[in-house]
């Protein structure tokens, strides 16, 4: 079967004539008075970053009193026929869509050989030499098919072309390939086709909304952090990945923040789009412009754009320059990280954080659409280093954002549990040392964050503690440089 494939790729790669001469397709699906519609005045796109959008096309068309037949093409491909939305601006109460059918069976090699099974077929192979060879036969099978699946769906198969001629039947014939004529019912471009009724004749403007799959974007950040990580540079990308089937010049763009419900039953694919590390000490005004829209964001482009079919283009939504920021180290013993247990206890990886707050004090205060933040510092030389990303969700303004960087290598936590008691059938009384040693020539910060179940309490402790919920209490600790600091508690637990 890849043999049969290749083979079929061969012949279709060359050049495909049509013998006969074929009009060009008329736009109008029946009488020659139907009224045409317009190329497109003008369109706008609302993007939603959960891979789908929402098109809207503004056009004039000519339509005469009673039934009209107009076929409307340069649609996406990925249109959900379903969502399409006709409106006539001119007279919204008196143009009635009756009838609406979407085209999509387009003119290619392999679509025209697949529908011209039964009829005359010339296979033309030119040899080296200069001379050329003709088979002149009937097709009895096409390159592919569509056959069902055990799941119900359908999936498309490689079978070879078969031609039937005086001498025989042939297998895999490759060359170039002349028809008598096109299948009928292929079109050249996507088009959708209305049966309107109207009584008010003339040129109406009308408006077409619809839904299209495959057209997404995302947001991506790029943080620059001093010397000292109390402050950073950031700068904010918008981009977007168009693999609708539609291209759409000149249009007003909008973007959607949020988590909409769509009822899908596909995934959405993951992007990844590589960024420019620059950040601008001092920002100019944005190009997005943001407000709230129901209960997600609106994000609305400054002007116009191009958004090409399968093309990724990338826009900057914000920029920020010195927005505070905190450095944070954070043991926590619920996640689990242990890179060396023994009997004296487990050696825990301290993670590096930094904290801020999206807030216009800090020179934010934009809602920030989920995204991966990448972090780089300068080192000694003055070049740009990485040094860590991670994923945030939205975030409204004035809410904290933790951008966790990856783990500390002179700053070492090592946890162990001291004692255990159990005073009645329904208590259980415990003890547990945890050291922190800082290797670095300055003195560092740990957040201690742990983790308790039940009815609890601290009975004894060498550290000041904060209850920060049911199951979690924290120590904020201070070590010195090239020093050592233990933390001591003990925990009564009611079952």
């Known amino acids: 079967m890849a043999q049969a494939n290749q083979k079929a790729k061969r012949f279709l790669s060359a050049i495909f004539a049509i ?62 026929p379903t969502s399409v939305s006709f409106t006539s601006l001119t007279a919204p109460n008196q143009v009635v869509v009756r009838e609406q059918n979407y085209k999509y069976d387009l003119i290619d090699p392999n679509t025209i050989l697949n529908k011209s099974l039964g009829k005359r077929a010339l296979f033309k192979q030119f040899l080296g030499n200069g001379s050329v060879v003709e088979l002149v036969g009937t097709l009895l099978n096409g390159p592919s098919a569509t056959i069902g699946t055990p799941e119900g769906g359908t999936a498309e198969v490689s079978q070879g072309l078969v031609l039937k001629t005086a001498n025989g039947i042939i297998l895999n014939p ?47 950040y790029v943080a620059v952090a001093n010397q000292d990580d109390t402050k ?25 923040a949020g988590d909409v419900h769509k009822v899908t039953n596909e995934g959405q694919p993951q992007m990844e789009a590589a960024m420019d590390m620059a950040a601008p000490a001092a920002p ?89 933040v990448r ?13 860590g990303e991670d994923q ?18 002179d700053v070492v936590g090592e946890r162990r549990q001291t004692n255990q008691e159990q005073p009645s059938n329904r208590v259980q009384r415990m003890s547990y040392e945890i050291s922190l040693r800082n290797h670095k020539k300055e003195a560092v910060h740990v957040q201690v964050i742990e983790h308790a179940y039940g009815t609890w309490k601290l009975v004894a402790q060498s550290h000041p503690s904060t209850k920060k919920d049911s199951h979690t209490f924290e120590f904020p600790v201070d070590v010195p440089a090239n020093g050592e600091v233990k933390v001591t508690y003990t925990i009564e637990i009611r079952y």
């Open 19 to 80: 013998t006969a001469s074929i009009a060009a397709p008329n736009p109008l699906t029946a009488h020659a008075q139907d009224g045409k519609i317009s190329p497109s005045k003008g369109i706008s796109v609302t993007i939603y970053n959960q891979n789908f959008g929402l098109v809207r096309d503004s056009r004039q068309m000519d339509l005469k009193d009673g039934i009209n037949y107009v076929s409307c093409q340069d649609v996406a491909a990925k249109i959900d």
């Open 375 to 387: 972090v780089y510092k300068k080192d000694s030389d003055g070049a740009l280093q990485f040094v």
């Open 174 to 220: 490759h060359g170039q390939v002349e028809l008598a004529e096109l299948p009928a019912g292929l079109v050249s471009k996507p088009s959708l086709d209305w049966k309107l009724e109207t009584d008010k004749s003339g040129t109406h403007d009308i408006e077409i909304a619809y839904q299209t799959a495959d057209i997404n974007w995302k947001c991506d």
């Open 392 to 409: 945030i969700d939205h975030t409204p303004r004035d809410e904290k954002i933790r951008i966790y960087l990856g783990d500390a290598f």
């Open 284 to 372: 100019p005004a944005p190009q997005f412009s943001e407000q709230s829209f129901a209960e997600y964001h609106l994000y609305t482009l400054a002007g116009k754009t191009d958004v090409n079919n399968n093309e990724t283009k990338q826009l900057s939504l914000f920029n920020a320059a010195s927005v505070p920021v905190k450095k944070l180290f954070v043991l926590e013993s619920g996640d689990n990280r242990v890179y060396e247990g023994g009997e004296n206890g487990d050696k825990r990886k301290i993670q590096i954080k930094l904290e801020m707050q999206n807030s216009a004090d800090n020179h934010l205060g934009m809602p920030m659409p989920k995204g991966k």
């Open 232 to 256: 950073c540079d950031i700068t904010s990308w918008v981009t977007l990945d168009n693999k609708s089937g539609g291209t759409y010049k000149d249009s007003a763009l909008k973007l959607i």
